[in-house]
């Protein structure tokens, strides 16, 4: 069974910096792409970052700049980096998976809606 175990919310200052963590297991193979998407109260999902199946990334232009996704495929972790964090980036974050075979279109920034998702971890930016 497919988990997703997300870690390094909490509160920080605007300004400040966070990283995410995202552990992945259950699944055997690396026939995936892998991402991350928050959302803020009263607010939709909102794709932040993604990393296709061949290992490539792109980010969401909103966060383009302060953000970093990157996968250690060894260790089987997801990270997104942080920085220069606003008050509106306060949000609950979730890492989200699709699996995908060789050959197949790109994923695109994911949203929960298909495939897996974690528990999530909250974000808190005071200002």
């Known amino acids: 069974q497919v988990r997703l175990m997300e870690s390094g919310g909490g509160s920080v200052q605007a300004g400040g910096s966070l990283r995410l963590s995202c552990v992945v297991s259950?699944?055997?193979?690396?026939?995936?792409?892998v991402g991350w998407f928050r959302q803020a109260p009263g607010k939709g999902r909102e794709g932040l970052g993604v990393?296709?199946?061949?290992?490539?990334?792109r980010n969401a232009d909103s966060v383009k700049g302060r953000f970093t996704i990157s996968l250690d495929t060894g260790e089987r972790t997801l990270y997104l980096q942080m920085t220069g964090l606003k008050a509106e980036d306060t949000a609950r974050y979730y890492c989200?998976?699709?699996?995908?075979?060789?050959?197949?279109?790109?994923?695109?920034?994911?949203?929960?809606?298909?495939?897996?998702r974690g528990q999530g971890t909250q974000v808190f930016v005071s200002s």
């Open positions: 259950g699944i055997a193979s690396n026939g995936y792409c």
């Open positions: 989200a998976l699709v699996p995908r075979n060789t050959g197949s279109s790109d994923c695109g920034l994911l949203t929960g809606d298909v495939g897996y």
């Open positions: 990393v296709e199946r061949d290992g490539r990334t």
